[in-house]
């Protein structure tokens, strides 16, 4: 007769699975990271777009992916995908292995056995701690991005500005702040960015583990009860994933939107009587609210939740099931 555990505590001491090693968890995330950049690239683009945009250059999402199309086709859709494609490899890497690794040294901390599954506040803290590491590996590259996601927008609807930079490619951009900025230069945006992390990314790994422990408790009723998470078909590892997807953004979205706001400032003021003008985090807060209020904080969350879902299940789907297969490898 199987188990029958009430409680996701519970539920959560019953995953004999064997732990990723370090160099697992640094290979199964970064393509984890890879499958699901290459999943919601063109959203975020449009997202970048919307936040960062004067609110006559796009009337909403719908009028960002049109005018991106008859501008610069499919490949505006992907333009500047390097840069991120490299930084979500190296973010979900350091990410799954730090929030693995911060796991041992809270189970150490606290006497409790390796074998031993944390509680969910517990595991919200190691996730907001992977987060605040992986901010300082991301910030240079998201700054990279945002820059050739913003740059052509300056000309839609008319010439572009002559007096702005034209970069052909992530080193162009990342010779420019070299050259004009210095090292410094490469982490502009990295406050809100730490923030952002800090808070998402706990809230990433906390919501995924959340799900999966309520779906395997809710399975307790059923023919086949499920002992663990490891036990998770793909529906669940889909639905887990998504909804963590969807709590980052939720919980983050406000702090990206200055975030992006900060890291364009240069590309979308040049050559104008702005272009001297670098606001800091208290004044893009006033700016971005004096552009529509609260719900200018929250330009571009409907396209982001939209690819949030997908995005991140395809990227839960990886890391789990390729854990699996190694722990099914270590076995033999």
Known sequence: MEAEFHTVSEIAQHDSRPKATGIEDLAFGSLAGMMGK????????????????????FSGTLDCLKQTWNNEGFRGFYRGLTSPLVGAMAENAIAFYAYNRIQGVIRTATGARPEDSLSLPQLFLSGGLSGTICAFVISPVELVKCKLQVENVQGYGGP??????????????????????????LYKGITPTVARETIGVGFWFGAYELVCRQLVRASQHSAKPLRSKADLGPAGIILAGGCAGISYNLASYPIDVVKSFIQTADVRSAGSSLAAERPGIAGTIRIVYGRGGIPAFYRGLGITLLRAFPANAAMFMTYEYLSRLAAELHKK
């Open 38 to 57: 290459c999943v919601e690239y063109p959203f975020d683009t449009v997202k970048v777009r919307l936040q960062t945009s004067e609110t006559q250059v």
């Open 160 to 185: 572009a500005n002559p007096a702005a930079v034209k970069f052909k490619g992530p080193l162009s951009v990342v010779s420019h702040l070299l050259r004009t900025q210095g090292l410094t230069g």
